[in-house]
């Protein structure tokens, strides 16, 4: 599956979320690094949802970049 994910930047490191997965987050110095956090976070998460039983959510996030002027 392909999961959309935000990554922001932070004053001392990059934090990232799954929309599609509510509380599936993340953490790291590095953009490098929370790339593989996340990827870690998402896995961890989908294989909790199975654990308990319960079924895995439906894509639903669609990302786009719009440009405006500034």
């Known amino acids: 599956m392909r999961y959309a994910v935000v990554i922001e930047k ?4 990059y934090a990232a979320y799954v929309p599609d997965l509510p509380g ?15 990827q870690e976070a998402i896995q961890l ?3 909790g949802i199975r654990e308990d039983g319960l ?3 439906e894509l639903s996030t669609q990302v786009e970049y719009i440009e405006v002027a500034a």
């Open 10 to 13: 932070a004053e001392r490191n």
């Open 24 to 38: 599936c987050v993340a953490t790291g110095q590095t953009l490098e690094k929370i790339e593989t956090q996340i």
């Open 45 to 47: 998460h989908l294989r």
């Open 55 to 57: 079924p895995i959510p």
